[in-house]
């Protein structure tokens, strides 16, 4: 039943392939195969040519479907980009609050459609610019924000019932949205309005991107924390952004993307099923994903459908959730950092271009498209201009959002979305049989399995088997220099100014108290959100916050692990 | 008596967690014959030039791609004199603009490797230029 092709085709199939592979014979004398090995940027090998026979054990109803119908490979909503484009969101910040709050109103006038957050260094690891740890990383690297002063510069003249906000923040996560709540509150927004994301995956910062302030147990509560508080009061709030996106840029594959991705996910679900006590329904929906982009267009495009099919059956199967929206993976998509090359720029343009339209055919709900610049240093206004209008292109101009999921019963498209969803359950299995993810952290092992990958690449790169136009083919010997931001040494100066300001006007003994009841909540198990809101409010700084968890849970450290 | 084996620490000055290019490089060196010692992210420049004397290294690699390495770097340099260590050569690389090396060369920094850089460049350099300290 539901069979992609007749036993009829597949017969016709197979007498014409066979055919078609006896001239092959004959031709391949004149111009041979330019390569031994075809495969993708992530090595998974390729076929000279795809056939119905290559589907012929897919079942149409079960396996492809309808867009908004179980199991989703077509896309969540029946109506495609026709109903409404994916949300143009550019992820902005560099230097101070009012540096990003200028960037972010600018990108607003230039058509962006969301909002999406980069903080500095200091900030993503929890410390305050007057830290010795922070010295001079202030607003290198995003945005630096060590109190909700400087958070209410940041979204001054925002919105904040009407544009959503993504924030890239992971442990302290619950710190900077306690601050985002508190300023709805001071600019008059009920919680039950705000949309918006925050990242707060710490699963992956183990495994890839390397900020963390806790170890992974206590991570992973405070994150239920967050999924609980959520839940209860900022209905509109997606507070897990579940990525691979640096999972990948770390040098994994892109079937070790999906599979790790995916698997941290099935760790948070578990967590606040088990620590929480929540019913899946009731927070699953809000649960988002994050994948990169990279330049293997059909690759990206397979792992993205892919990702859809897996998911609902994880929902469905593992977890027995009964709304169809718990089965839905709804993800925003990067173009890939790591693609990019120093050398010959404007190229980057053209990359960012194709791998925006593989996040496009992939079905993306939300995608930032990269500046040619940020391999460099962060975007000009000018580049990050040219990024976005790449996306308004696809949009606009090209047509592929005139039909929904328009490559599907592609006999290519449709057998390699299947051979990466096996290779990813194979993944996942042995997740679970090392005991989850916490316990593979532990061990290394998705540590290792990506460092071996990138190792890997890295030599096919060095001995010409992968090429990168103008790194190890096309090279030029003169090149010109592109203008690039910089930022201002008097950026942390002015910053350190603000803070000392700040710890000067505020009420200190308010302060203590507040942390004082935050470190009860953590060591009581309460949920820390309303304390974070609290002492927030009261002008506690960030660091102060996160020391709290250190002192409560523990720091990790980077094992060094290669 | 058997030639002592060249020393090599990767280190990840600074908060910042691009850790790739670090641990592929380690591989690298490891898989080209040197002992190789990498700290893992997130190393002040003091951990690093104690634990640079501490394990006798003859070369430092630093890493980073925060735009922070106008300072960590030459700190580097400067914490190794200090300890009576500046025969250890220190190199770096990492997303670094070119009108920053001049800055990092007169700190005493003896290489840059920026993107593209290939592995085999970079142990040709070392080949060619790492004296194993005394």
């Not at chain 1, 990813?424 to 092992?445: L, P, Q, S, V």
Request: net charge negative; with cysteine; aromatic share 8%.
């Amino acid at each position: 039943m539901g069979s992609y092709f007749s036993d009829d085709t597949v017969n016709k199939s197979q007498e014409l392939t066979k055919k078609w592979e006896d001239e092959v014979a004959h031709s391949v004398v004149q111009s041979p195969d330019q390569k031994s090995r075809w495969s993708t940027v992530s090595d998974l090998e390729i076929k000279q040519l795809y056939t119905p026979e290559d589907i012929k054990d897919a079942d149409f109803a079960r396996d492809i479907g309808a867009p908004g119908e179980f199991p989703y490979l077509r896309g969540n909503q029946p109506t495609g980009y026709r109903g409404r484009y994916w949300t143009f969101r550019m992820f902005s910040g560099m230097g101070s609050a009012a540096d990003t709050n200028a960037r972010w109103h600018m990108l607003l006038r230039e058509g962006q459609t969301g909002l999406s957050t980069a903080f500095d260094f200091p900030t993503l690891m929890g410390y305050d610019t007057d830290s010795p740890n922070a010295r001079g990383e202030c607003g290198r690297c995003g945005v630096a924000i060590d109190t909700l002063d400087d958070f209410l510069t940041l979204v001054d003249k925002i919105p904040l019932d009407k544009v959503t906000t993504s924030m890239t923040i992971n442990p302290p996560a619950s710190v900077l949205w306690a601050m985002y709540c508190a300023a709805a509150d001071k600019k008059g927004v009920p919680l039950s309005k705000i949309g918006g994301t925050i990242q707060n995956d710490m699963l992956k910062e183990f495994i890839a991107q390397k900020t963390f302030m806790c170890p992974p147990e206590p991570s992973v509560r405070i994150i239920s924390d967050t999924v609980e508080f959520g839940t209860k009061y900022v209905p509109k709030w997606n507070t897990i952004s579940i990525s691979g996106y640096h999972i990948r840029e770390a040098g994994s594959t892109a079937v070790q993307e999906l599979a790790f991705t995916l698997r941290d996910g099935i760790e948070y679900v578990e967590d606040a099923i088990r620590r929480k006590g929540m019913d899946v329904d009731s927070f699953a929906p809000r649960l988002s994903f994050f994948f990169n982009s990279h330049i293997d267009f059909f690759e990206e495009i397979c792992k993205m459908r892919a990702a859809r099919r897996i998911w609902a059956h994880v929902m469905k199967e593992r977890f027995h959730a009964k709304n169809p929206r718990s089965w839905w993976l709804r993800f925003h998509t990067q173009t890939a950092g790591c693609s990019l090359t120093a050398q010959q720029p404007y190229n980057n343009v053209v990359r960012t271009a194709i791998e925006a339209l593989a996040g496009v055919l992939g079905g993306t709900q939300s995608l930032h498209t990269n500046s040619l610049d940020e391999v460099l240093a962060l975007p000009s206004e000018h580049s990050v201009q040219i990024a976005l209008r790449t996306q308004q292109i696809i949009a606009e101009e090209t047509g592929v959002a005139n039909t929904i999921d328009p490559l599907a019963g592609s006999y290519f498209i449709e057998s390699l979305t299947n051979k990466m969803e096996e290779e990813a359950w194979k993944y996942i299995t042995k997740i679970d049989e090392m005991g989850g993810m916490i316990a593979a952290i532990d061990k290394g092992f998705p540590q290792l399995e990506i460092a071996d990958a990138a190792y890997r690449f890295q030599k096919q790169i060095d001995h010409n088997e992968k090429v990168m136009v103008g790194v190890n083919k096309y090279v030029t010997s003169e090149e010109q220099p592109i203008p690039i931001l910089q930022i201002d040494e008097k950026v942390e100066q002015e910053q350190l100014k603000r803070l000392a300001d700040i710890k000067r006007r505020r009420d200190s003994r308010a302060v203590s108290t507040d942390l004082n009841d935050l470190k009860n909540a953590c060591t009581t198990g309460k949920n820390v959100m309303p304390y974070c809101i609290k002492a927030v409010k009261d002008m506690a700084t960030l660091q102060e916050i996160c020391d709290v968890y250190r002192e409560a849970f523990g720091e990790y450290r980077d094992p060094g692990l290669f | 008596m058997a030639e002592r084996r060249i020393r090599i620490m990767v280190a990840k000055p600074g908060l910042d967690g691009h850790d790739r290019g670090a641990r592929i490089l380690a591989r690298a060196f490891r898989d080209a014959g040197y002992e190789v010692i990498y700290t893992g992210c997130h190393q002040t420049p003091e951990q690093i030039a104690a634990a640079a004397v501490q394990e006798d290294v003859d070369l430092v690699g630093l890493s980073c791609l925060s735009g922070a390495h106008g300072y960590l770097f030459p700190r580097v340099v400067e914490l190794l004199k200090e300890k009576g260590a500046e025969d250890i050569t220190v190199i770096g690389g990492g997303i670094i603009p070119d009108q920053d090396f001049q800055k990092l060369y007169d700190a005493g920094i003896k290489a840059i490797f920026t993107p593209g850089a290939t592995l085999d460049s970079i142990l040709d350099w070392i080949k060619n230029n790492l004296k194993p300290r005394e």
